[in-house]
């Protein structure tokens, strides 16, 4: 007998949640439709260019990207990734220290070298030259 109401109350703790998420729908829905229905169109050819960092675009959409981007794509992600990594580790070393020993510092450590590895891949292929 108690089933059903299991049940019963494990829906009725998401109907707040449903409630939100249709509010969220209906307003996005409601206020697209109302700017496009109340504000103005006036489309012109200046209007339907292809806009890029201000300037207009000049060649063709599949040129090739040249080498020297990808590296400096890879060493923002290098980056990214040692402060995503070593941000978090550094505030709790004290407490991972006195909980694991030296485990943690030779953890980073060893994440250190990686990074190092490939900065140096970065500086070889010449993806720290700005010139």
Same mark, same amino acid.
Do not use: C
């Given at each position: 007998?108690?089933?059903?109401?299991?049940?019963?109350?494990?829906?009725?703790?998401?109907?707040?949640? !449903?409630?939100?998420?249709?509010?969220?729908?209906?307003? $996005?829905?409601? !206020?697209? %439709?109302?700017? *496009?229905?109340?504000?103005?169109?006036?489309? %012109?050819?200046?209007? &339907?260019? &292809?806009? =890029?960092? $201000?300037?207009?675009?000049?060649?063709?959409?599949?040129?090739? @990207?040249?080498?020297?981007?990808?590296?400096? &794509?890879? /060493? @923002?992600? !290098?980056?990214?990734? =040692?402060?995503? +990594?070593?941000?978090? *580790?550094?505030?709790?070393?004290?407490?991972?220290?006195? =909980?694991?020993?030296? +485990?943690? +510092?030779?953890?980073?450590?060893?994440?250190?070298?990686?990074?190092?590895? $490939?900065?140096?891949?970065?500086?070889?292929?010449?993806? /720290?030259? *700005? &010139?």
């Amino acid at each position: 007998m108690t089933a059903p109401f299991l049940l019963y109350s494990g829906i009725q703790s998401y109907v707040p949640i !449903l409630i939100l998420i249709s509010i969220a729908i209906f307003l $996005g829905l409601l !206020l697209t %439709n109302l700017s *496009w229905l109340v504000g103005p169109s006036r489309p %012109n050819k200046l209007k &339907a260019s &292809a806009y =890029e960092s $201000g300037m207009d675009p000049v060649g063709s959409a599949h040129e090739r @990207f040249s080498v020297k981007f990808y590296l400096v &794509a890879m /060493l @923002f992600i !290098l980056f990214d990734i =040692e402060v995503v +990594f070593m941000y978090p *580790w550094a505030v709790q070393y004290k407490q991972l220290i006195q =909980e694991f020993g030296i +485990f943690p +510092f030779l953890e980073m450590l060893v994440f250190v070298l990686i990074l190092f590895v $490939g900065y140096i891949y970065v500086y070889k292929k010449g993806g /720290l030259k *700005w &010139a």
